[in-house]
RNA sequence: GCGGUCGUGGCGAAGUGGUUAACGCAUCGGUUUGUGGAUCCGACACUCGAGGGUUCAAUUCCCUUCGACCGCCCCA
């Protein structure tokens, strides 16, 4: 083998595809019905975006990063998620113009250098919405249904929504320091990990396996909010109380990109091995401005879900997926003159709406009837020089091994004409 | 970035420091001048991820490298 793909990165062949198309085709329907519309941004943006936008000390702008430099030297990533993109393109093309709010939703791959394990590959494929222009907890409640529908939809069980408030900046850093003060007394005895996050990231401490049970005392962040973050939070809950959405309140949940603000939450189920988010989201008000300037700030809140996690946990739970379409009719041509008369009847047809294949390795009549089999084609036709000579051909039903002679001139037509009649 | 396990034909999988690298599935051909899903017969790895080293000899020992899987960090 002269050539691998690169590591991390996947190849989607016949009998996976399926499910991918599946999962996006859901996706589009569900879209449809909440008035999403696609926008597609391109795969690589200038790295300057990402870095103001994700965030400079987050791990994914720190140590995740597709970056390179082009022939003009300007320093480009692979983007490493959506929304930095999605809001760019909104910012530049003055979508914050549009009087209602802009409801736009992306599919595509993403790129993270990571080591790959379960769950998490280098180029990895998210299915996001984003709602810009309104500040309204019910738009929060409505972004975080989607997503939750969404898994409904597929089939899937069990999943949870973990919701909670991260409220501003400033509440964020004061939530910070308190939380320091907290955590300083018993720095000594805390792992190894906890002592690190503690320096880069203290909010993601109180999620730590091992320390847990130190923390029962901890200050929570949802003391922190002013009057604007609980009301608005309050709101949130009451409308997803409203819409029977289910969900558990976790004050520890913090997401890892720096432009939340207000709701945060994540969808969770298990099945992927260590990992068990599926996906997330949150309000962030101010993203629009920092990344479009601030005279044109609009207030947003979107999710994404990573397919290839949703896909896992499908899997897992056996939920049936739709099939590649099957084969109405495989033709066999016996000696060269029939051969060539399956050519033309084959893509008749086609034409004419049925599936159809034919025979392209010179097989004789066993092995065509041996491929035929494992194409599951539901009909065979065989022509030779006996029924091109009388103007029939044999079509063979191969689930009953029934065989009949049909007009050679019309059995496409009556073929297609039975098929009708099944779907009808 | 760190750690663990692993890498033999299309797939699954045995194997040993030394003449022809088991077996199963799949595939192809035959048994049946033109008929599938069963049986039987036959064919199918100058080669054991790649590169280097040790050795009279390496798929089997050592090193390097690439990759896969799993976990840590973190996240989708």
Same mark, same amino acid.
């Given at each position: 083998?002269?050539?691998?793909?690169?590591?991390?990165?996947?190849?989607?062949?016949?009998?996976?595809? $399926?499910?991918?198309?599946?999962?996006?085709?859901? &996706?589009?329907?569900?879209?449809?019905?909440?008035?999403?519309?696609?926008?597609?941004?391109?795969?690589?943006?200038?790295?300057?975006?990402? /870095?103001?936008?994700?965030?400079?000390?987050?791990?994914?702008?720190?140590?995740?990063?597709?970056?390179?430099?082009?022939?003009?030297?300007?320093?480009?990533?692979?983007?490493?998620?959506?929304?930095?993109?999605?809001?760019?393109?909104?910012?530049?093309?003055?979508?914050?113009?549009?009087?209602?709010?802009?409801?736009?939703?992306?599919?595509?791959?993403?790129?993270?250098?990571?080591?790959?394990?379960?769950?998490? @590959?280098?180029?990895?494929?998210?299915?996001?919405?984003?709602?810009?222009?309104?500040?309204?907890?019910?738009?929060?409640?409505? +972004?975080?249904?989607?997503?939750?529908?969404? =898994?409904? /939809?597929?089939?899937?069980?069990?999943?949870?929504? $973990?919701?909670?408030?991260?409220?501003?900046?400033?509440?964020?850093?004061?939530?910070? &320091?308190?939380?320091?003060?907290?955590?300083?007394? @018993?720095?000594?005895?805390? =792992?190894?990990?906890?002592?690190?996050?503690?320096?880069?990231? #203290?909010?993601?401490?109180?999620? =730590? /396996?091992?320390?847990?049970?130190?923390?029962?005392?901890? #200050?929570?962040?949802?003391?922190?909010?002013?009057?604007? =973050?609980?009301?608005?939070?309050?709101? +949130?809950?009451?409308?997803?109380?409203?819409?029977?959405? #289910?969900?558990?309140?976790?004050?520890?949940?913090?997401?890892?990109?720096?432009?939340?603000?207000?709701?945060?939450?994540?969808?969770?189920?298990?099945?992927?091995?260590?990992?068990?988010?599926?996906?997330?989201?949150?309000?962030?008000?101010?993203?629009?401005?920092?990344?479009?300037?601030?005279?044109?700030?609009?207030?947003?809140?979107? @999710?994404?879900?990573?397919? $290839?996690?949703?896909?896992?946990?499908?899997? &897992?739970?056996?939920?049936?997926?739709?099939?590649?379409?099957?084969?109405?009719?495989?033709?066999?041509?016996?000696?060269?003159?029939?051969?060539?008369?399956?050519?033309?009847?084959?893509?008749?047809?086609?034409?004419?709406?049925?599936?159809?294949?034919?025979?392209?390795?010179?097989?004789?009549?066993?092995?065509?009837?041996?491929?035929?089999?494992?194409?599951? &084609?539901?009909?065979?036709?065989?022509?030779?020089?006996? $029924?091109?000579?009388?103007?029939?051909?044999?079509? /063979?039903?191969?689930?009953?091994?029934?065989?009949?002679?049909?007009?050679?001139?019309?059995?496409?037509?009556?073929?297609?004409?039975?098929?009708?009649?099944?779907?009808?």
């Amino acid at each position: 083998m002269n050539f691998q793909k690169p590591k991390g990165t996947p190849d989607f062949l016949p009998g996976t595809v $399926e499910k991918w198309q599946y999962l996006e085709n859901t &996706a589009r329907e569900l879209t449809a019905l909440y008035r999403y519309r696609e926008v597609r941004t391109p795969i690589f943006e200038h790295t300057e975006l990402f /870095k103001r936008g994700v965030g400079e000390t987050t791990d994914v702008v720190e140590k995740e990063m597709y970056t390179f430099a082009d022939k003009a030297d300007r320093s480009i990533t692979l983007r490493p998620e959506g929304t930095a993109g999605t809001v760019r393109a909104y910012a530049e093309n003055k979508l914050y113009a549009d009087p209602d709010v802009t409801k736009l939703y992306y599919v595509g791959p993403m790129f993270r250098y990571e080591q790959p394990q379960a769950g998490r @590959m280098r180029q990895f494929h998210q299915f996001g919405i984003e709602a810009l222009g309104s500040s309204s907890p019910a738009l929060d409640a409505e +972004v975080i249904a989607f997503g939750y529908d969404y =898994c409904r /939809k597929l089939g899937l069980k069990d999943v949870r929504v $973990e919701v909670n408030s991260v409220g501003t900046a400033e509440i964020r850093a004061n939530f910070r &320091a308190k939380l320091l003060a907290f955590l300083e007394p @018993m720095k000594e005895e805390l =792992c190894r990990d906890c002592r690190s996050r503690m320096e880069r990231n #203290p909010l993601r401490v109180l999620d =730590c /396996k091992i320390d847990q049970h130190r923390f029962d005392g901890a #200050p929570s962040i949802l003391d922190e909010l002013d009057e604007e =973050c609980r009301t608005h939070f309050e709101q +949130v809950r009451g409308y997803l109380d409203a819409m029977g959405v #289910p969900y558990e309140i976790n004050p520890r949940l913090v997401r890892g990109l720096d432009y939340y603000t207000h709701t945060a939450f994540e969808y969770k189920a298990a099945g992927i091995g260590a990992i068990d988010t599926i996906g997330g989201g949150g309000r962030y008000n101010g993203l629009v401005g920092q990344i479009g300037g601030e005279e044109h700030d609009q207030p947003g809140v979107g @999710m994404a879900l990573g397919l $290839e996690r949703v896909l896992i946990i499908l899997e &897992a739970q056996g939920v049936s997926i739709p099939e590649y379409a099957p084969l109405d009719l495989y033709l066999i041509g016996l000696g060269d003159r029939a051969e060539a008369e399956t050519v033309r009847l084959v893509h008749a047809a086609r034409a004419a709406g049925l599936t159809a294949e034919k025979d392209y390795q010179g097989r004789k009549m066993k092995s065509a009837m041996k491929s035929a089999d494992r194409s599951a &084609a539901r009909e065979v036709a065989i022509l030779g020089d006996d $029924e091109l000579d009388a103007g029939v051909i044999s079509i /063979k039903t191969m689930a009953t091994g029934e065989q009949r002679k049909l007009p050679l001139g019309d059995f496409i037509r009556m073929l297609a004409e039975e098929k009708a009649g099944r779907q009808a």
